[in-house]
């Protein structure tokens, strides 16, 4: 199935360092979702994007929904060792017969070095 | 509030046989999706249940089916399984507005297939 185009595939920073990460796709999304999981759990949802241009911030999160509905980014500033895991975004299309699944980026594999 | 709940947490199969797994939702909450995780084709959507029916459907052979109960529980079931079914199993509830769906997940249920 179709997946989005999440980079990168890993991080290996300094505690207190600032991360970016994003996400592509050649179709449009009505919403953009930012999870964390953690081994051996299920995702958890950091942050949800509902509108074109939408810049939303959750703590020391912070994602945007780009203009073309093709692209969402998300920033953790200043990170701390719990911020370790896996991230993945996800796009959700809309239509009459309501929300489709969920289409996940392969993750960004997030590591932090003392 | 009490989030969603998967059991069991852990299964081991052999080839061949069926597998029910099941899901209850947060409380209120009245779709349920399914999703299939796995390292080589990461988080892949199986299907969507919202008020007893199915409305998605990903991109997976008829083996894999599901039903949801009036108080929204879910099961997922697989048939004659396959060591590629080997994955983690993941359940997502939400309370569809028709637009906007933001999916909450649990923990998962690891099928391991011998």
């Known amino acids: 199935g179709q997946q989005l185009n999440q980079s990168p595939q890993s991080m290996f920073i300094q505690e207190g360092e600032d991360v970016s990460m994003n996400c592509t796709s050649s179709?449009?999304?009505?919403?953009w979702l930012w999870y964390k999981q953690d081994p051996g759990e299920g995702p958890v949802l950091l942050i949800a994007?509902?509108?074109?241009?939408e810049l939303t911030s959750n703590g020391r999160l912070t994602a945007q929904f780009g203009i073309t509905r093709k692209d969402s980014f998300l920033n953790i500033s200043a990170s701390i060792p719990s911020d370790v895991g896996i991230y993945f975004c996800?796009?959700?299309?809309?239509?009459?017969?309501?929300?489709?699944?969920?289409?996940f980026g392969k993750g960004t594999h997030l590591i932090i070095q003392p | 509030k009490a989030g969603v709940t998967q059991t069991p947490r852990y299964l081991i199969k052999t080839r061949g046989q069926q597998v029910t797994l099941s899901c209850s939702p947060i409380?209120?909450?009245?779709?349920v999706s399914w999703y299939q995780q796995t390292p080589g084709q990461g988080l892949q959507f199986l299907f969507e249940?919202?008020?007893?029916?199915?409305?998605n459907k990903g991109n997976f052979p008829g083996r894999f089916s599901g039903r949801q109960f009036s108080n929204s529980r879910s099961e997922m079931n697989v048939s004659t399984l396959e060591l590629g079914d080997s994955a983690l199993y993941l359940c997502?509830?939400?309370?569809?507005?028709?637009?906007?769906?933001?999916?909450?997940f649990g923990p998962g249920t690891r099928l391991t297939v011998l």
């Open positions: 997502a509830s939400s309370f569809p507005t028709g637009v906007t769906d933001t999916q909450y």
């Open positions: 179709s449009i999304f009505n919403t």
């Open positions: 994007l509902y509108k074109a241009g």
């Open positions: 996800a796009g959700q299309r809309s239509s009459g017969g309501g929300a489709d699944g969920l289409t």
């Open positions: 409380s209120g909450h009245r779709s």
């Open positions: 249940y919202f008020s007893e029916t199915q409305r």
